[in-house]
Each structure stands twice: as structure tokens, then as C-alpha cells.
């Protein structure tokens, strides 16, 4: 019987059929066939359904193992009599039935030699166990009959420890009571119309070792049985001692360690200082590097084990690669190919299914099904982001959501908010749940821009926010981003904090009295429209009665626009003027732009605007239809803002242009530079001598309004300094300074990263350094900048010089040298 798919074996049964999962490095079909072999059996008939070529393309017509060997398919589930019915035309005298997915070295010989003592129809070969609550219990008379069976037994109901063992030895008249073409089981349906009907019906209680390994716990149990020799099967290789076996072309390190008895496989090799544990099997040609530690667990075939792994009580699948120090504790089990990064910590029983990866320096406490990966850190640049219901599920929303509500007092009040898309619905809500069992409030904005979110967390009662968008250029994908008391973005040191707590899962559980409450703020919108009004000299934006096409990027910064652009008196073309979870998915900056800029040109407009769907940032169109790039733009509102705004600084990231300082020094301005990140940035903003700050992405910072990225307030405050400046937009870009400035992306391994940025800090010595974000190097006339990539193996090279060539040369010099580091 081999059509079982083993699904509590699961994530090892995920790419094969259960009888094909490897026992002592041999499929467990294999042993069972050895099994029937010593006792005279040399016909036979396997029943198949899942996976069905994997047992085929092993045992073929069977005579490499000695025997004759057909198969019987099931084309749909048929019960255990009903398969064996489908193989009835092979199945002519009497014959026995076993599971060709057990451990069992039981003594078929007798039980068929009770069965033809007692002249049966039909004999089950009978087990006592220690547990026989998960199995179906036979009771017997004396003389070996069956009286009765109870199927999945209470301890109430538990009169025999005799459970059967799946073994039958069986009559062909046994057809008679196997109804066709239809599911038929034997213990549930053949065997009782048996008794019914007073056929000779007997059990036979069987001598020797029986395992149903039906869980990944029993896996692992039938390994350490067969290193205590407590079950007799053939253990491929050279025996060297009671209990160790070397597998042929095996290469064992003179300075390797094995303590105990283990299972070394065909074409292993095992370094120098090595330690191979108790009960440890290695299937073929797995690779054990130095300093390895391993303790009861099975490897499969072709796997990796990099220096310092350390393994204990895990199940690693076929081909799997784990690199240096990685841990895996009791439990563990990894499906094939799947792929662990250097320094990663899985915890106790957490299941890693086929083809995943878990990235270096992650820590896993929870099994990684749907999830693409297993990532090293739970935030990554914008927050916790991952794709919808696959990576980002309710149950880590609410997990995630309970590490954050337990960083804030009880009894504290949080903003919640989301975009339009169903995705973020479903999160939000299980982000609120999590943090009212934190014993934390929750006022909910539902749908709102991430400004106005700020914004309402900037109030008095709120302690800080969390709202759930779709990742921009990724619509399956969602995003939590948590804001502090501030508005700002949750600094490094409090993700950390957050993700420690999540990682131990040291949440804060309330009593029910103390359970959140879930309330909606009155007028957040209103109030956000009024305080933006306020920012700007309305009088003087009226008067020069701007016409303007605006693209609200299908977000819910049009339930806020109108009502801003109607109090300064412009006569506005308002495009995508709703939330539309469709639009914003497909929404393509770009795209939307150069339509906008198509309307500019025809309705004579003075500024195009495209704000994001999140509203945050924002894509300008000026007077001639051009569509700026966000340098250019970034450069235009520099050269606006610096001769009109409270402060001496003005915040930007280290990659932005030299050409800035060149804008803002004649006004008795300076650049104050900063990390790329954008918490960084904003930390900066709120410096009170900091006027303006700005992203290279199009994000823009007024702290006099809010020390955040906000476009609608951008666009006003552009409007107001055109007004100011009594100029246009295409005049302002006109009289810019020309930027040249190049990129290159250099593959940097993970552990080469600080190697990389201390080697290029030595050779540049010599030359003026900034280390505020990486390692820029100031040339004659341009600079240089090398800058680790937070989130992929990548490290990126900024330039910048007086020509495009010289910054496209001064790129690929930093980028070749870099290479060369990291051969």
C-alpha cells in the first residue's frame, strides 16, 4: 500500500510520496520490500496514487531487489480495501497487505502461519502499544478471533492495547465484500460485514518492532530506533563500530568527532573539527565543513552544512544549504532546497517548507508555509512589508501589532489607518485586535492619507500610529509603518525594540477588564485642512490665480485637496479625484505625469501636480508641460525655499547633488546632510534651525507645518512661493545649474559588507571623507560615494563630477574597486 501522501509528514512529504522518505538512507518502501524478501515473498503488487513516477522510477519491475513488482493506480481515492479491490486482477490466491510506509521488522511468516492454522478468511496482524488512542483497537477471544473493533478510541473506551497494524493476510473471496467504485476501508466497513456475517475472521498478535512514522516526531523516533538496533533492517554501508556506519566513497576527517551512534552516507565528506552527535544520519553526499555540531538529527541527501552549524533534533530535506553558524533547535524541520543564511537562529519546531529561503541573520520563531522567505529582520526600509496573506498574514499582523502595543503604557491611545485596498482592511483589523489585547486604545482614522495620520498622531492624546498601505510597484504586497508620538517614523533603536519582543514573543496580555477599546475620531480631516491653511499666506495665493491640473493618484488625498485648493482661490482640473484600490494598484507615476503634463499643455495651466496614492510624494509638471525629474524638482523648491523660509538649514540625504550647496549659500543657507533612510531625515526636520528637507524620491519636508513627507502640503507651499517670487515654475528650472551624476550597483555577500566600507575608509585615507551614510570620498570637483544596501546583498556607488563622463568614470572606479574586494 504506497499511495499515501503523508500529510502530517509535511514539509518532507511536500516533493514525495511518504513510502519514498529515506529511513537510514533507504526509502521506507525499500525496507519493506527487503521485509517480504526474507520471508519468501517475491510477488508483488503496489498500490499508487500520489507522486506515483517517484515509486516506479525507483523500483522499476523490482528485479534489482529480487522480486516481481507491478503497480495498480488509483485515479481517485479509494480507501485501503477499495485500492486493493483496484489491484484484484493481480490478486488471485491468498495474499498479504502491508503499508509500504512503515518501520516494522515483524515476523510476516507467523502470521500467516496463523492464518492457515485457523483456516481464516481473514487475519490482522496485531501490535500492542504503549498510546492506542490514534489508532484503531482490535479486541480478540482467546482462541484469537476478532470480537470487536473500535476505530480512533477515549481512554474510556480503551479495553485491548492490540491496535492493527495495517498487515492483512487475505482471501481472494475477501472481493465479495469490497464494493466497486466507491471509497471502502477495511477496518471501518469490509472487516465489520465480516463479523456480521461470522466469517473466520482472526488477529494474530505479531512478534517484533512495529512504527506507523506518521508524524515527523515518529521520523525522527524510528531513526534513533535503528541506531539502537531495537528494529532489524539493513543499514547501507561499512559497519566500523556497535553503532556507526560508514557509507562507501564516505570521507571522515582523522580530526572529526563522532560521539555516538550515527549514519555517515555515500560520498559524505566531514571536516576537520567536525562533531557528529548521537543518533545523527547523513544521507549521501552531504558536505559537513569544520566546526560543525550536530546532535539527533537527519540530513538528507546533497545537503550543505557551512563552518559552525548547528543542529539539533532538526530534519533537514534534500539539497538544502545552510550557511556559516546557522542554528536550528529541536523540532526544526526543513523541506528540500531550501536555502538558510549565515548566523540565521530557527527555533524550536518551526517547519520550513520546500524552496524557501531564510536570510542571513533572521531569527524564526514561526513556520514559514506561504511566506516567499523567512527575512533576516522584520523591518525592512519602509517598515514590516511582505506580500499580502502570504508573508503578511492576520496572525503575524496581530503578533507584530502586540510587540508594538507592549513598547507603550497600558491603557495608551494609538491612530490607525489604512488605503482603500481589502488587503489593508483585513490587516488593520487584526492589527487592532492585537493591540487592544495589549491593553492599548485604538482611534481609527479607517481610510486616510499617511499625512493626515501624522497628523493625528501629533495630537495630545495619541502616544503613536500605525497605518497599512499596498507597497508602491507592488500591489500584492502591503506594508505596516509605525509612527511615534511625534508623527515621525519609528526610529531604529524602536523597530529594534518591536522586533526583539516579537522574536521572543514577549507580548503584554491584559485581563479581560483591560482589554482596548476602538474608538473614531470626529473632524481628523477637517482639522488637517484648516492647520494646512493656516501654513500659508492665503491672500497673496489668491491673487495670483493659479490655474492647475492635480492627479490624486486614486488615494485619499482627494477627501483633503479640494477643500485646501478652494480656499486659495485656484481653478483646479482635479484627475483621478477618488480612492480606488484598482487605480492605485495599477497607478503608475510616470504614466500619470506625462498625461497630466498633455492637460497642462492644452488648458494653459501654471503648475501639474501627481501626488502619490499614499500621499506623500509628489511629481511636478511645470508651465511648458515638462515633467521635472525629482532632482530637478527637489533643485527648483531648494532654490525657492532657501531666500523664504524660518531656519538657516536644510536637511538632505548624502546622495543629493553638490549643486545644492551652490543654491542656498548666497541666502546664508547650508545643506545639513543625512542618512538615506527616511526616519533619519525626518529626525533631522525636526531640528528648529532645520527650514526644509527632501528625499531624492520626491518626498518633501515643511516641519513648520509637519516634520514629514507630505505632497499636498508641498504643492501649497509651492504655489505660495511662486506667488511670492511672482515667477513661473519653467523659469525657476531654467535658471538651475546643470547636475551629472552616475550609479552603478556592485553584488556585495552579506558578510563582505563591513569589509567593503573598512577597506575603502583605508585606501582613501588620504582624501577628505563624509561618514554620515556610508563612505563618500570628496574628489576635485565631484565625489564618490559607496553605500551598503539595508535590504539586498548589494552595495551601491554614487558619483558625481563637472561632466557625465567624469561621474560615469569616478562610478565605475569606486564600482571595480569594490569588485575586487569581494573576489
Keep these: ?220 523516533r524510528a531513526h534513533k530506533d535503528v541506531l539502537d538496533a531495537k ?131 533572521a531569527t524564526i520563531n514561526s513556520s514559514i508555509v506561504w511566506e516567499s522567505k523567512g527575512a533576516r529582520t522584520l523591518f525592512g526600509r519602509s517598515g514590516v512589508a511582505g506580500l499580502a496573506n502570504v508573508d503578511i498574514t492576520p496572525e503575524l499582523a496581530a503578533r507584530v501589532a502586540m510587540a508594538w502595543a507592549s513598547t507603550l503604557k497600558k491603557g495608551a491611545t494609538v491612530v490607525t489607518s489604512r488605503d482603500s485596498s481589502r488587503a489593508s482592511r483585513m490587516l488593520k483589523r487584526a492589527i487592532m485586535a492585537g493591540v487592544n489585547a495589549s491593553g492599548v486604545d485604538v482611534f481609527d482614522l479607517e481610510v486616510a492619507s499617511v499625512p493626515v495620520t501624522r497628523f493625528a498622531v501629533r495630537q495630545p492624546l495619541a502616544s503613536g500610529g500605525i497605518t497599512v498601505r499596498l507597497v508602491e510597484d507592488d500591489p500584492q504586497s502591503v506594508v505596516f509603518r509605525f509612527f511615534d508620538a511625534h508623527g515621525l517614523d519609528v526610529t531604529e533603536d524602536g523597530q529594534r525594540k518591536i522586533e526583539r519582543l516579537f522574536t521572543r514573543e514577549d507580548f503584554r496580555r491584559v485581563f479581560a477588564s483591560e482589554i482596548g477599546d476602538i474608538g473614531f475620531p470626529p473632524r481628523a480631516l477637517e482639522q488637517y485642512t484648516v492647520a494646512l491653511g493656516e501654513t500659508v499666506d492665503l491672500e497673496r495665493v489668491r491673487a495670483a490665480s493659479f490655474k492647475l491640473v492635480v492627479d490624486y493618484g486614486y488615494g485619499s488625498s482627494s477627501f483633503v485637496m479640494p477643500n485646501v485648493l478652494a480656499k486659495l482661490g485656484a481653478d483646479v482640473l482635479g484627475v483621478n479625484p477618488y480612492a480606488s484600490t484598482a487605480g492605485a494598484m495599477s497607478f503608475d507615476q510616470r504614466a500619470h505625469a506625462e498625461h497630466v503634463a498633455t492637460l497642462v499643455r492644452a488648458a494653459g495651466a501654471k503648475v501639474g501636480a501627481v501626488i502619490d496614492p499614499d500621499g506623500e510624494h509628489l511629481t511636478l509638471i511645470d508651465d511648458e508641460g515638462r515633467v521635472l525629474s525629482d532632482t530637478t524638482a527637489l533643485l527648483a523648491l ?96 531654467d535658471a538651475l545649474p546643470r547636475v551629472h551624476m552616475a550609479r552603478e550597483d556592485v553584488v556585495t555577500p552579506w558578510e563582505q559588507k563591513g569589509m567593503v566600507m573598512r577597506s575603502l575608509v583605508e585606501h582613501t585615507k588620504d582624501r577628505q571623507l563624509v561618514l554620515v551614510d556610508g563612505v563618500k570620498v570628496l574628489h576635485e570637483g565631484g565625489w564618490a560615494l559607496a553605500l551598503p544596501d539595508p535590504e539586498e546583498p548589494v552595495t551601491t556607488v554614487w558619483a558625481e563630477g563637472r561632466s557625465d563622463a567624469e561621474a560615469r568614470r569616478l562610478a565605475q572606479e569606486y564600482a571595480r574597486r569594490i569588485r575586487q574586494m569581494t573576489r
Design 1 to 220: 500500500m504506497a499511495g499515501g501522501e503523508g500529510t502530517r509528514l509535511r514539509p518532507l512529504t511536500s516533493n514525495a510520496p511518504k513510502p519514498m522518505l529515506p529511513l537510514a538512507n533507504k526509502p521506507m518502501m525499500e525496507h519493506i520490500v527487503e521485509l517480504l524478501v526474507r520471508h519468501g515473498f517475491d510477488d508483488i503488487v503496489v498500490t499508487v496514487a500520489f507522486m506515483a513516477n517517484h515509486i516506479r522510477t525507483y523500483f522499476g519491475d523490482g528485479s534489482e531487489f529480487g522480486v516481481r513488482m507491478v503497480y495498480a493506480t488509483e485515479e481517485q481515492p479509494l480507501g485501503t480495501a477499495g485500492s486493493v479491490r483496484n489491484a484484484m486482477d493481480e490478486l488471485d490466491e491468498r495474499f498479504l497487505v502491508i503499508s509500504g510506509d512503515v518501520l516494522t521488522d515483524i515476523d510476516l511468516s507467523k502470521i500467516v502461519a496463523h492464518h492457515e492454522e485457523h483456516d481464516a478468511l481473514a487475519t490482522i496482524g496485531l501490535v500492542a502499544v504503549e498510546n492506542p488512542l490514534e489508532f484503531g483497537i482490535v479486541i480478540t477471544r482467546d482462541d484469537g478471533s476478532i470480537e470487536r473493533f473500535l476505530e480512533k478510541p477515549t481512554w474510556g473506551q480503551v479495553f485491548s492495547d492490540t491496535i492493527n497494524t495495517g498487515i492483512f493476510v487475505l482471501e481472494p473471496e475477501i472481493f465479495d465484500f469490497i464494493a466497486p467504485g466507491r471509497a471502502v476501508d477495511f477496518s471501518g466497513e469490509v472487516f465489520p460485514a465480516l463479523l456480521e456475517r461470522g466469517k473466520p475472521l482472526y488477529g494474530a498478535v505479531a512478534e517484533g518492532y512495529w512504527e506507523d512514522v506518521g508524524t515527523i516526531d515518529a521520523y525522527v
Design 231 to 361: 528494529v532489524e533492517v539493513a543499514v547501507p554501508g561499512f559497519r566500523l563500530s556497535e553503532c556507526v556506519w560508514l557509507g562507501e566513497g564516505a570521507e571522515l576527517h582523522p580530526q572529526a568527532l563522532i560521539e555516538g551512534a550515527a549514519v555517515i552516507g555515500p560520498g559524505c565528506r566531514v571536516d576537520a573539527g567536525a562533531r557528529i552527535g548521537n543518533y545523527t544520519v547523513l544521507g549521501g553526499n552531504v558536505r559537513v565543513r569544520g566546526d560543525v555540531d550536530l546532535e539527533r538529527s537527519v540530513v538528507h541527501e546533497n545537503a550543505y552544512l557551512g563552518e559552525g552549524v548547528r543542529l539539533r533534533g532538526t530534519v533537514v530535506g534534500r539539497a538544502c544549504d545552510l550557511r556559516r553558524g546557522a542554528r536550528t533547535d529541536d523540532g526544526v524541520v526543513l523541506g528540500d532546497e531550501c536555502f538558510v543564511g549565515e548566523g540565521a537562529v530557527i527555533g524550536p519546531g518551526v517547519k520550513v517548507y520546500p524552496f524557501k529561503t531564510v536570510e542571513a541573520g
Design 638 to 733: 531648494v532654490s525657492l525655499v532657501a531666500g523664504n523660509m524660518v531656519g538657516d538649514q536644510i536637511a538632505l540625504p548624502v546622495t543629493v547633488s553638490q549643486v545644492v550647496e551652490s543654491l542656498v549659500a548666497p541666502h546664508g543657507v547650508s545643506v545639513l546632510y543625512t542618512k538615506t533612510s527616511a526616519p533619519a531625515l525626518m529626525d533631522a526636520a525636526t531640528r528648529p534651525e532645520v527650514g526644509f528637507a527632501a528625499s531624492t524620491d520626491g518626498g518633501y519636508i515643511l516641519p513648520g507645518f509637519l516634520p514629514a513627507f507630505d505632497a499636498a502640503a508641498t504643492l501649497v507651499k509651492l504655489l505660495e512661493l511662486l506667488a511670492r517670487e511672482r515667477t513661473d515654475l519653467s523659469a525657476v528650472v
